[in-house]
C-alpha cells in the first residue's frame, strides 16, 4: 500500500471523511488493542490525512469506552504528528448557543473511568513496562493548531470563540441542572465527554493536538427548557457537520509541516527514559 503513511490526524464523527480524497482503509493493532475503527488515510488541502471515526463508524462506542489509548497510539504509528480533535459540546453560558465554535484553551477533567496515560508502570500486553513519567501538562492544546483553527474559521466566515475552558464529564448521560449550574459557575465555557482523555495521550506521544468544540445545545443549568436531548444535540450537528468539515480542511492544509513544528509538544519528554520508543 502506498499511501501507508499521514501527517495529520483527524478524530471525529463519521460525519467528517468525506473531505479525504483517494481512501485508503487500514487496520492497525496496537499494544493497548484495537482503536475505535479501521485509520482512513487520503489527502485532503494537499496534505496527507488520517481520519479515525471516534466512536466507531456506527457509532456504537460511548464516550467512556472508547480505546483513546490504541487511538491515538495508531495515529502516531502511521506518521501523524498533529491531531485535530472537533466534538460536540453543550455551551455552558448563554452567549454560546447552538452553532458557536469554541477553540479551547484549557480543560477539566471529570471523567472517572478512563485509562488517562501511558506511563503507569504496568507491563503491557507485549511484555513492555512504560516508565512513571509525569507529563507537563499546563497548557493542554498545540497553541499553532489553535491559531490555524481560529483563522480557518474567521476564513469560512464562522467565528469561532478564542479560548475558553473544556470541563470534560464521563457520560454518557448529560449533566444534571446542578452540576451544570457548578460548571458554569466555575467560569468553564463548554461541557464535553470525549476531550479528556484524548488530548493528554496526544501529549504524552510528543503529538500537537488542538480541540474544536462545536456547541449543539445550552447545557441543563444554562437553559430554561426541559434540558438537553439527544435528538437535540444530533439534529444541530446535522445542521452545522457540513460547514465544520470546511473549516476543518481549512486547518489541515495551515498546518504546519511536521518538520517545521516549533511548538512545546514536540518536546513533551524530551531527555526522558519512557521505557518504550515512541510509535
Ligand atoms: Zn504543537
Not at 471516534?54 to 504509528?77: C, Q, T, V
Not at 509525569?134 to 481560529?150: Q, V, W
Not at 466566515?157 to 473544556?166: K, L, N, P, R
Not at 430554561?224 to 481549512?250: A, I, N
Request: glycine share 12%; with cysteine; charged share 20%.
Amino acid at each position: 500500500m502506498a499511501n501507508v503513511n499521514a501527517e495529520i490526524g483527524v478524530i471525529g464523527g463519521s460525519g467528517f471523511y468525506s473531505f479525504l480524497e483517494d481512501v485508503t482503509e487500514i487496520q492497525v493493532e496496537t499494544p493497548y488493542g484495537a482503536p475505535s475503527d479501521s485509520l482512513f488515510l487520503g489527502e485532503a488541502a494537499g496534505r496527507k490525512v488520517a481520519f479515525l471515526p471516534r466512536h466507531g463508524r456506527g457509532h456504537d462506542l460511548p464516550p467512556h469506552r472508547i480505546n483513546y489509548r490504541a487511538n491515538l497510539w495508531a495515529l502516531r504509528s502511521v506518521g501523524v504528528r498533529q491531531v485535530l480533535g472537533p466534538c460536540a459540546v453543550g455551551g455552558l453560558r448563554p452567549e454560546y448557543g447552538p452553532g458557536t465554535l469554541l477553540v479551547p484553551d484549557q480543560l477539566v477533567d471529570r471523567t472517572k473511568s478512563r485509562a488517562q496515560t501511558y506511563f503507569d508502570g504496568e507491563p503491557r500486553a507485549d511484555g513492555v513496562v512504560p516508565k512513571v513519567v509525569h507529563t507537563t501538562f499546563a497548557d493542554p492544546y498545540c497553541p499553532a493548531g489553535r491559531s490555524a483553527a481560529l483563522k480557518a474559521a474567521q476564513g469560512r466566515a464562522w467565528e469561532a470563540v478564542d479560548g475558553g475552558t473544556m470541563v470534560v464529564i464521563e457520560g454518557p448521560r448529560f449533566s444534571t441542572r446542578a452540576e451544570s449550574r457548578w460548571h458554569a459557575s466555575a467560569g468553564w465555557s463548554v461541557v464535553g465527554m470525549t476531550g479528556h482523555p484524548e488530548a493528554v495521550l496526544a501529549r504524552e506521544l510528543a503529538l500537537c493536538y488542538t480541540s474544536l468544540a462545536l456547541v449543539t445545545d445550552l447545557d441543563a443549568g444554562t437553559e430554561t427548557g426541559d434540558g438537553v436531548s439527544h435528538t437535540e444535540v444530533m439534529r444541530v450537528f446535522g445542521e452545522k457537520v457540513g460547514q465544520l468539515r470546511e473549516v476543518l480542511f481549512d486547518v489541515v492544509g495551515a498546518l504546519p509541516s511536521n518538520g517545521e513544528r516549533d511548538c512545546l509538544c514536540t518536546q513533551a519528554h524530551d531527555g526522558w527514559d519512557l521505557g518504550f520508543e515512541l510509535p
